[in-house]
Every structure is written in C-alpha cells, then in structure tokens.
C-alpha cells in the first residue's frame, strides 16, 4: 500500500544538474530500499542509485558515482537524486521503486514491489 510519485524531471542542456524527488505515502517504515532506476527508449531499464530508508547506506551504478547522489528525508517522507554533470545518454524516464523484501539484489528492477509513474530527463547535446 506504499505509494511513490516521482517529480522534478525536464529539459537540460549537457552539463547541467537536475533534482528529482520521490514522495512516498502509505506505511514508510520497515527495513526496506528505496532506488532510482531508469530506462532509455529501447533499452533495459537500469538501477540508478539506491538507499535504506532507515539507515540511509546508499548504492549508485557506476555511471552515475561522482556524479549523482542519493539522499532522504524521512521527515517528508522524501527521497532524492541530485543529479550532476548530466550527458546526452542520461536521457530516460526515471523511475523510484521500493523493495521491501531483500531477496534479490538491491539492482534487480524484478524485486521491487512497489513503483513510481516515472519523470522523464531529457539532456541535449
């Protein structure tokens, strides 16, 4: 019954920096993950960064390491992807997702259980 919305998504040019933020209503607490995933027109959608709600560890695709960041605010019921030095490629809907039961690694979109409706980032050249 968790619910998460995805927001902050646009246009900018390569190079630029972008927020996301993903509202979570419904049950917040439990030892569960919260990530970023992302996904390109005719690609497999790809784990962006991940962090413990309550313990706020995180985890980032090699891509996205000293780059992106991942953070949250358990106050607002809040996660965001502060993204930097954004690329042409970083273009995708990107999507937050939660996984409540650690039975699959924290990168395997498969094992979330609970999905935003995505926020599309568009970096031009």
């Known amino acids: 019954q968790v619910q998460l919305v995805e927001s902050g998504g646009g246009l900018v040019p390569a190079g630029g920096s972008l927020r996301l933020s993903c509202a979570v209503s419904g049950r917040t607490y439990g030892n569960y993950l919260v990530s970023w995933f992302r996904q390109a027109p005719g690609k497999e959608r790809e784990i962006v960064a991940a962090?413990?709600?309550?313990?706020?560890?995180?985890d980032y695709a090699d891509f996205a390491k000293g780059r992106f960041i991942i953070s949250r605010d358990n106050a607002k019921n809040t996660v965001y992807l502060q993204m930097n030095s954004l690329k042409p490629e970083d273009t995708a809907v990107y999507y937050c997702?939660?996984?409540?039961?650690?039975?699959?690694?924290?990168?395997?979109?498969?094992?979330?259980?609970?999905w935003g409706q995505g926020t599309q980032v568009t970096v031009s050249s």
């Open positions: 962090i413990s709600w309550s313990a706020g560890s995180t």
């Open positions: 997702a939660r996984r409540s039961l650690p039975t699959t690694p924290y990168y395997f979109a498969a094992g979330y259980d609970s």
